[in-house]
């Protein structure tokens, strides 16, 4: 039982739609835990559930060729999301002040932390992070905090291969940019 | 790993501050509406989702393993759906009876609060009624555990033991004597006699 695919138990929800509950057991703390991330608890609790019960109505939809429904979950929290982005873009920035605050020396970075004062730099990457294009922020996040594979990714938002590839680049060159002008700063 | 998306990465929030839990039964209601939203009422998700108001949490090096001890040699029984499992570290909930006791892992930064183990000392003892006492205690035997006071017989009308767990956090289990007789024990007519 415990191996039966995510496809094949959101398949037979459609007969038996107390079947779904497993998609719950399966992947309702990774969810949370991503959902907590950007947003912060209050809000990831308000969503947590709705993120299921988006995919239950729409579980006739779902792609079988696909075992792992992980990515599926992670493109309705992702969408479900887009409402919130003023919790997102606070607790990023809240994020960033409490870096800020930490000794350099714990900074994973400290390559670029070295050379600025860390509660100058990242305020400055939070702000970076926080005017990306909505699509780019999707998939950077995805990547990087939640490390998904392109193709996860890809699956999550239902675009084509090709067009992570490009937003993830472009959110990449955004990055560069602010590390090279905060380099001029110095 | 080192790229352009260091600083992205390094702002993860729970690397920042690991997160304090969410309430641990979150999971446990959500599922519990997701279940009636889809109109499944078959399926009981949990008999009581509710904390009670206080209630211990205990330090552990390796919290898993305790995890794992406490159900098996003192038969705590983990409320399995609020646990939060954070890969390098974990979160549980066990139940004994109405009472509940959280287990995490020691965390000297931000609750402050180690596991005895590395502090050679305990501050704090864990009372516990459980159902007939003299199988609790032999199924603890049995299961190695390091008993500290064998079964007595309490002036005050308990039966009783004690035992350390695996980083020396103190277990006190005690049955009282109405409830031995309940299921038809004996306990001493005068059990002052001697023993305290």
Redesign the interface.
Known sequence: MTSESDAAVIRASLEE??R??AL??RH??VL??YL??RVG?DD??AL??EV??VG?EKRATYDGARPNARPWLYGIATHLLARHRRSEAR??HA??R??GR?APAE???D??ATTLDAAV??PH??DA?ARLPIEERDA??L???EELSYEEIASALDVPLGTVRSRLNRA?MS??E??ASIGRQQ | MSDDFDPLRALRPDRVRPDDPAEPTIFAREKERLMSTIGDTTQQVSRELRMPDIYARLAYEDERAALAYLVRVFQLAEIREARTDMGDSLLAWLRVGDGVVMIGHANAEIHRIHSPHSLGNTTVQMMVYVHDVDAHFAHAVAEGADITMPVQDAFYGERRYEATDLEGHRWHFAERFADIKARGGTVPDNPSGGQA
């Open positions: 739609p107390g779904f509950g719950f057991d309702a703390t949370f835990r907590v991330r608890v990831a609790e947590l559930g299921f019960r239950f607790r990023i994020t960033a409490l870096l930490q900074d994973p970075t390559h670029i730099l990242w990457v939070a992070v950077l996040i990547y990087v905090w990449r990055l560069r602010l590390r």
